[in-house]
C-alpha cells in the first residue's frame, strides 16, 4: 500500500492546470448506457474511480477503446448483461449511476445496493421512488436492486424529497428514454448535472432547466453518439487554492472553471489572500496577507461544497482566530478531525455537523492517516503547512479523486513524495 511522505513549510507557487472533472466524468460514462452509436470522451482524468466505471461499463458487455489522444471511446450496444456487480459497486458508488441508463434502454437492471460509507449512510430511496413514479418494479433482494419495466419507463412528475445529486443524474438519464414528458423538481443544480444535460443533448435528447430546480425532458426512442469534453474539475481547483492559501503561495490555475467557484473564491477571499479571475484563470497570491479564521457552511450549489469542508478546516487550523463549521449535506463528514489534531490542529467536534477551530502558529508533522477523499485531501494541505515530515497512510483514498497529485503539487514547489509500502 502506497503512502505519502510529504516535508511542509514550503509555499506553493507557480502554474497548474486542472484535471477533468471526476464527478462529471462518472455519470457521463454510465449515461453512454443510453447511446446507439458510439460516444467518445476526452478528458477524462487517469483516476481510480474513472477506471472502476470503465470496468463496470466492461463487465455489462460494452467495448471500450483508447485512442492515441487518451480519449475513449464507449460502444455500449454490445451490452448484454445487466448486472452490476457487488465488487464493484462497493468500490464506488457512482456505479450505482448505471440503474436509470440501463433499465431505459433495456427494460430490466440488477445493480448491488451501495451500503453505508465513511461520510454517511447515503441512502438510494430517492433514485428508486423517481423511478418508481416512472412506471418501474423496484425490489431488493439480497443485497441487490432489481428494477423492470417491460412495456418502458413513462414519463412522471418526480418531486424530490431532498437535493441529491446522483439521484438527479439517475432520474435525468431514465428519462431521456422514456413515453412523453419528465419534469424533476427540487433537482440538483450542481455543475456536474448540467455538464450530464449538456453530454445528453449532444446525444440528442431534449433537455431544459438543467441549473435550476426544475428540469423538464422530453423523451425519445434513441440516442446518438456524441464526442464530448469533460470540463474542469471545481474541487481539485478548490483544493489546490487552499492548499496555496494555507502555504501562503502564489499560483495561478489555468482552465480552472471560475465560473462554477463563486462561494469558493468569495470565500478565500474573506480568509484575506488576494484572489484575481482573468478568463479561465484563477490566481491566488497569499504572500502578504495573514489568514483569517472563517466561518464556514456547506450547502447545495451554489453554496460551499461539501467536497471542500475538510480542507477549509485544515486552513482554518492555520488561520488567527477561531471559526466554526458546519456541514450540512451529510451526517458524519468529520473523519479528518482526530488526524488534523494529530498534526497539532486545536479542532473540537461540537456535535454530528459542527466543529470549531482554533487557529495555531504552527501544526507539526506526524504520520496520518486517510479515511475518504477529501478528508486525504485536508491532511495533505495540514501537512503541507506543517513543519517537519508527515506519512499520509492510506493514500488509495486520494487516488480516486486527485490525478497525478505528488507530481502536480512537485510542480509548484511542494516536498512531496510517495513510496510503497
Ligand atoms: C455526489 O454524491 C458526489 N459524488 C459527492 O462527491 C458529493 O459529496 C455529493 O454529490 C454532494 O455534493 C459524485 O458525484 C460521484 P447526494 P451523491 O445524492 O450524488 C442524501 C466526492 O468526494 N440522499 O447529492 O451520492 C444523502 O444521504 C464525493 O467526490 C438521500 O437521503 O450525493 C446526502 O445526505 C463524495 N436519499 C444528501 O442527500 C437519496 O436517495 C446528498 O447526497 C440520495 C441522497
Given at each position: 500500500?502506497?503512502?505519502?511522505?510529504?516535508?511542509g513549510?514550503?509555499?506553493?507557487k507557480?502554474?497548474?492546470?486542472a484535471s477533468?472533472?471526476?464527478?462529471s466524468?462518472?455519470?457521463?460514462l454510465a449515461?453512454t448506457l443510453?447511446a446507439?452509436?458510439p460516444v467518445?470522451?476526452?478528458n477524462l482524468?487517469?483516476l481510480?474511480?474513472?477506471?472502476?466505471?470503465l470496468?463496470?461499463?466492461?463487465v455489462?458487455?460494452?467495448?471500450?477503446?483508447l485512442?492515441?489522444?487518451?480519449?475513449?471511446?464507449?460502444?455500449t450496444?454490445?451490452?448484454?448483461n445487466l448486472?452490476?456487480?457487488?465488487?464493484?459497486?462497493?468500490?464506488m458508488?457512482?456505479?450505482?449511476l448505471?440503474?436509470g441508463?440501463?433499465?431505459?434502454?433495456h427494460?430490466?437492471?440488477?445493480?448491488s445496493?451501495p451500503?453505508?460509507c465513511?461520510i454517511?449512510t447515503?441512502?438510494?430511496?430517492?433514485?428508486?421512488?423517481?423511478?418508481?413514479?416512472m412506471?418501474?418494479?423496484?425490489?431488493?433482494v439480497?443485497?441487490?436492486?432489481?428494477?423492470?419495466?417491460?412495456r418502458?419507463l413513462?414519463?412522471?412528475?418526480?418531486?424530490?424529497?431532498?437535493?441529491?445529486v446522483?439521484g438527479t443524474?439517475?432520474?435525468?438519464?431514465?428519462a431521456?428514454l422514456?413515453?412523453?414528458?419528465?419534469v424533476?423538481?427540487?433537482?440538483?443544480q450542481e455543475?456536474?448535472?448540467?455538464e450530464?444535460a449538456?453530454c445528453l443533448r449532444e446525444m440528442?435528447?431534449s433537455?431544459?432547466g438543467?441549473g435550476?430546480?426544475t428540469?423538464t425532458v422530453?423523451?425519445?426512442?434513441q440516442?446518438q453518439g456524441c464526442?464530448y469534453r469533460?470540463?474542469?474539475?471545481r474541487?481539485?481547483?478548490?483544493t489546490?487554492?487552499i492548499a496555496?492559501?494555507?502555504?501562503?503561495g502564489?499560483i495561478?490555475?489555468?482552465?480552472?472553471?471560475?465560473?462554477?467557484?463563486?462561494?469558493?473564491?468569495d470565500?478565500l477571499?474573506?480568509?484575506g489572500?488576494?484572489v484575481?479571475?482573468?478568463?479561465?484563470t484563477?490566481?491566488?497570491?497569499a504572500?502578504?496577507?495573514s489568514s483569517?479564521a472563517t466561518?464556514?457552511?456547506?450547502?447545495?450549489?451554489?453554496?460551499?461544497?461539501t467536497?471542500?469542508?475538510?480542507?477549509?478546516m485544515a486552513?482554518n487550523?492555520?488561520s488567527?482566530g477561531?471559526?466554526?463549521?458546519?456541514e450540512?449535506?451529510f451526517?458524519?463528514r468529520?473523519m479528518?478531525v482526530?488526524?488534523?489534531?494529530?498534526?497539532g490542529?486545536?479542532v473540537?467536534l461540537?456535535?454530528?455537523?459542527?466543529?470549531?477551530?482554533?487557529g495555531v502558529s504552527q501544526?507539526r508533522g506526524?504520520?496520518v492517516m486517510?479515511?475518504d477523499?477529501r478528508?486525504?485531501s485536508s491532511?495533505l494541505?495540514?501537512a503541507l503547512v506543517?513543519?517537519?515530515?508527515t506519512?499520509?497512510n492510506?493514500i488509495?483514498h486520494?487516488d480516486?479523486?486527485?490525478?497525478?497529485i505528488?507530481e502536480?503539487?512537485g510542480?509548484?514547489?511542494?516536498d512531496i513524495?510517495?513510496?510503497?509500502?
Amino acid at each position: 500500500m502506497d503512502k505519502l511522505l510529504v516535508r511542509g513549510g514550503e509555499p506553493l507557487k507557480g502554474e497548474t492546470k486542472a484535471s477533468g472533472s471526476k464527478n462529471s466524468s462518472l455519470p457521463i460514462l454510465a449515461a453512454t448506457l443510453l447511446a446507439s452509436k458510439p460516444v467518445r470522451l476526452s478528458n477524462l482524468p487517469h483516476l481510480r474511480d474513472v477506471t472502476t466505471m470503465l470496468e463496470l461499463l466492461a463487465v455489462l458487455g460494452a467495448r471500450v477503446s483508447l485512442d492515441e489522444s487518451l480519449a475513449v471511446t464507449i460502444d455500449t450496444n454490445s451490452v448484454s448483461n445487466l448486472k452490476a456487480p457487488y465488487d464493484l459497486v462497493r468500490k464506488m458508488r457512482a456505479s450505482f449511476l448505471v440503474l436509470g441508463p440501463l433499465l431505459a434502454r433495456h427494460g430490466r437492471v440488477e445493480v448491488s445496493l451501495p451500503g453505508g460509507c465513511a461520510i454517511g449512510t447515503r441512502p438510494v430511496d430517492q433514485h428508486l421512488k423517481a423511478l418508481e413514479l416512472m412506471g418501474a418494479t423496484i425490489s431488493i433482494v439480497n443485497g441487490y436492486v432489481t428494477a423492470t419495466c417491460e412495456r418502458g419507463l413513462e414519463g412522471a412528475h418526480v418531486a424530490m424529497d431532498v437535493v441529491t445529486v446522483g439521484g438527479t443524474q439517475n432520474v435525468l438519464m431514465a428519462a431521456t428514454l422514456a413515453r412523453g414528458t419528465t419534469v424533476i423538481e427540487n433537482a440538483a443544480q450542481e455543475p456536474e448535472v448540467v455538464e450530464l444535460a449538456s453530454c445528453l443533448r449532444e446525444m440528442g435528447a431534449s433537455i431544459t432547466g438543467d441549473g435550476s430546480s426544475t428540469i423538464t425532458v422530453d423523451g425519445c426512442n434513441q440516442l446518438q453518439g456524441c464526442s464530448y469534453r469533460v470540463k474542469s474539475d471545481r474541487i481539485e481547483v478548490g483544493t489546490y487554492l487552499i492548499a496555496a492559501a494555507a502555504t501562503r503561495g502564489h499560483i495561478c490555475i489555468h482552465d480552472a472553471c471560475p465560473e462554477t467557484l463563486d462561494a469558493v473564491l468569495d470565500t478565500l477571499r474573506d480568509f484575506g489572500p488576494d484572489v484575481q479571475v482573468s478568463g479561465s484563470t484563477i490566481e491566488l497570491d497569499a504572500r502578504t496577507n495573514s489568514s483569517r479564521a472563517t466561518d464556514i457552511f456547506t450547502a447545495v450549489y451554489p453554496g460551499i461544497p461539501t467536497d471542500l469542508q475538510a480542507q477549509f478546516m485544515a486552513l482554518n487550523c492555520v488561520s488567527e482566530g477561531v471559526s466554526q463549521i458546519t456541514e450540512t449535506i451529510f451526517e458524519n463528514r468529520f473523519m479528518h478531525v482526530q488526524e488534523l489534531v494529530r498534526l497539532g490542529a486545536d479542532v473540537r467536534l461540537m456535535d454530528a455537523r459542527t466543529a470549531t477551530v482554533k487557529g495555531v502558529s504552527q501544526l507539526r508533522g506526524a504520520p496520518v492517516m486517510a479515511t475518504d477523499l477529501r478528508a486525504s485531501s485536508s491532511l495533505l494541505i495540514g501537512a503541507l503547512v506543517a513543519t517537519g515530515e508527515t506519512a499520509i497512510n492510506r493514500i488509495y483514498h486520494i487516488d480516486r479523486g486527485y490525478e497525478r497529485i505528488e507530481e502536480k503539487l512537485g510542480w509548484l514547489g511542494a516536498d512531496i513524495r510517495r513510496v510503497s509500502v
